[in-house]
């Protein structure tokens, strides 16, 4: 199993509609980072979370990191057909001094117009 | 304004055959990354790169090879192409700890 899971792993919803998509860790996080992927593309970058209890937006994003820093959620208000894609959340690891990113399962969002 | 460059955009092998996936970045970014990307799996670390000159196993190594060439490309190798290995593949880079990573467009890869 991957030590970041998402969920729900596939949403649609009707333009509108208010979403949360969520991110659990196996192990503490040090820094959150949420990307979105539209279709057939490469990775964007949303939002970095390093705190626990931090709260960014951009635009209608909001997302959270828990206050024991092992679950994080994405929350988009009244959401747009441009909020399609798929949406991933990645975090640092350490290891043996040199640091990586790993990345959960992916949430796939359709949003019907 | 390059960012992070991969090529080919698409390739189709057949299985046995070898290629190499070429990656750079024009950021002066010490790390970089191979990732995979399979539906329903999101993207799983093939192999990572600290440091030029240093790179070392992810999660899903078997199959494929990585150089660091210099600080700027990671190319990463399929020897023997299986079909187990059609998927879209990743490049990134990032600075430091703590800051997001940069990805490139994407390689897709199909072995038949």
């Known amino acids: 199993s991957q030590e970041l899971e998402q969920s729900p792993q596939s949403l649609i919803v009707q333009e509108g509609k208010n979403l949360t998509i969520n991110c659990t860790s196996s192990?503490?996080?040090?820094?959150l980072y949420w990307y979105k992927q539209k279709y057939g593309e490469g990775l964007i970058f949303l939002m970095m979370?390093?705190?626990?209890?931090e709260e960014k937006s951009h635009e209608k994003i909001t997302a959270k990191l828990d206050e024991k820093k092992q679950q994080s959620s994405l929350h988009i208000t009244a959401s747009q057909p441009s909020h399609a894609g798929i949406y991933l959340c990645?975090?640092?690891?350490?290891?043996?001094?040199?640091?990586?990113?790993?990345f959960g399962t992916g949430t796939r969002l359709k949003v019907l117009a | 304004n390059a960012g992070v460059t991969q090529t080919p955009k698409f390739q189709v092998l057949k299985t046995g055959q070898s290629m190499t996936l070429q990656c750079a970045q024009d950021?002066?970014?010490?790390?970089m990354y191979w990732y995979r990307q399979d539906p329903g799996m999101g993207l799983r670390l093939i192999y990572y790169?600290?440091?030029?000159?240093?790179?070392d196993k992810g999660e899903v190594p078997n199959g494929y090879n990585v150089s660091r060439l210099n600080k700027r490309e990671f190319s990463l190798r399929l020897e023997s192409a299986a079909p187990s290995q059609t998927s879209v593949y990743f490049c990134?880079?990032?600075?430091?700890?703590?800051?997001?990573?940069?990805f490139g467009q994407g390689t897709r890869l199909t072995v038949v």
């Open positions: 990134a880079s990032s600075d430091t700890l703590n800051t997001e990573a940069f």
């Open positions: 192990k503490t996080l040090y820094g």
């Open positions: 979370l390093q705190k626990g209890g």
């Open positions: 990645g975090a640092d690891r350490t290891t043996s001094g040199t640091y990586k990113y790993i």
């Open positions: 950021m002066n970014h010490n790390s």
């Open positions: 790169s600290a440091s030029e000159g240093t790179t």
